[in-house]
């Protein structure tokens, strides 16, 4: 399973989201790609008021302050 997470430097939310994914990882399989939004224009346009955002298979997860149980329960039902 793929779970990429929009993020920009120096963001505490996305350290934490990040924090979030790899203690998911302990439970769950699946790889992390990391997503810089200033790397990429319109990636910037679409987030940048909601990073982090998690997308787990094309699917928006949740963005902002990431809960750990609401992606756990996603990977749960992916399952």
Do not use: R, W
């Not at 990882?25 to 008021?49: A, C, M």
């Not at 955002?53 to 749960?76: M, P, Q, R, W």
Request: hydrophobic letters at 40%; aromatic letters at 8%; charged letters at 30%.
């Amino acid at each position: 399973m793929q779970v990429n997470v929009y993020i920009k430097e120096n963001c505490s939310l996305c350290d934490d989201a990040k924090t979030i994914l790899e203690l998911l990882q302990t439970e769950f399989s699946f790889s992390i790609e990391e997503i810089d939004i200033y790397k990429n224009d319109s990636l910037l346009e679409k987030y940048h008021l909601l990073i982090p955002v998690i997308e787990i298979d094309h699917t928006i997860v949740d963005s902002g302050i990431i809960d750990y149980e609401n992606i756990a329960n996603f990977l749960k039902n992916k399952k």
